[in-house]
């Protein structure tokens, strides 16, 4: 069966009365507050400063945390919120895929994706992130896959410099020497870096399957959470896609198209575990599903 008509097959997790790309694709939820794209310049104001310490003693950056509060993203210091509950679930299911690992990519390499631009990739990446790493035995890194237009730093409020494609480019730079620990304890940040006009080249090369190798590998309580380009708007998601062991689909309620969403579920078919979450759809805790299934 091809992961596209398995798609078809995942229910919500609680009685649902259509499947779930159908209810994805007709829900009629409000749109998103566009108030949030005027304040995002206001969280990158108010960043913070980076601590650098010198040597390769861990680095340790400052989030915003009143400016993800702001924009609707869970903190650890936040009343429990339908959208902070609805984060959880699909944790849940995450940390559930990551305990049981199969024969395919490591599943706790976990990319965000979505079919085009603005569906809340980076609002439900950050969001799992700091979900995930408020759990009491687990780390996280938040890595800005989308390298060609990175925004994971100006969701956080913070500034950053060197990342992952510094890393790509020049041996000699480590993952460690790029790397931020967070003031978001258990949470870690690689950066996107600087920008490259062959970064779909980059992602793909034999370096960069030896840099997710030793992400995953690395610390066996970590999960790697990647936010990355849409889909079917830049070939680097879909480079990236076939070295994830999980893929969290992200749709737009009322927005995204059920042609749109199928034809990035075929981009995506190397992966064995894709779950969907509907962002945007209203009652924020009627708005996500996560349906995972294994090859
Ligand atoms: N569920 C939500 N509730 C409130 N605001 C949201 C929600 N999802 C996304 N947003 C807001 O919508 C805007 C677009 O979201 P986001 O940047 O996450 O999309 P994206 O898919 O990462 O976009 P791009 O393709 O440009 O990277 C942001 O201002 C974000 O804060
Ligand atoms: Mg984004």
């Not at 209810?23 to 310049?41: E, I, M, Q, Y």
């Not at 689909?249 to 995506?268: P, Q, S, Y």
Request: with cysteine; hydrophobic share 40%.
């Amino acid at each position: 069966m091809s992961i596209v008509e398995r798609a078809a097959e995942i229910r919500a997790p609680f009685p649902a009365t259509s499947d779930l790309i159908e209810r994805a694709v007709s829900s009629k939820g409000p749109r998103p507050d566009s108030a949030n794209d005027r304040n995002l310049a206001k969280g990158a104001e108010a960043g913070s400063v980076a601590e650098r310490s010198t040597g390769k003693a861990p680095r340790i950056i400052k989030i915003n945390q009143d400016w993800l509060r702001e924009q609707s993203i869970v903190t650890p210091a936040s009343e429990r919120t339908a959208i902070g509950e609805s984060f959880r679930r699909v944790k849940r299911q995450i940390l559930a895929n990551v305990a049981n690992p199969g024969a395919g990519a490591p599943t706790n390499l976990v990319m965000v994706t979505s079919s085009l631009e603005g569906e809340g990739k980076t609002f439900c990446a950050t969001n799992l992130a700091i979900s995930i790493a408020m759990e009491m035995d687990r780390t996280v890194l938040l890595v800005d896959a989308d390298v060609a237009k990175p925004s994971v730093p100006r969701t956080l409020g913070i500034e950053v410099g060197k990342g992952l494609m510094d890393v790509l480019l020049d041996p000699r730079i480590d993952l460690a020497d790029v790397m931020w620990r967070t003031d978001i304890e258990k949470l870690s940040i690689l950066p996107a870096g600087t920008g490259h006009r062959r970064a779909t080249e980059l992602l793909a090369s034999e370096r960069m399957r030896a840099l997710l190798t030793e992400m995953a590998t690395r610390y066996h309580d970590r999960v790697i959470i990647f936010d990355s380009p849409p889909l079917l708007a830049a070939s680097e998601a879909g480079v990236l896609a076939s070295c994830m062991g999980q893929i969290v689909m992200v749709v737009e309620a009322g927005k995204t198209t059920e042609h749109d969403l199928k034809d990035a579920l075929r981009r995506i078919e190397s992966c064995d575990i894709v779950g969907v979450v509907l962002n945007k759809g209203g009652a924020p805790n009627a708005g996500y599903y996560y349906g995972a299934y294994g090859a």
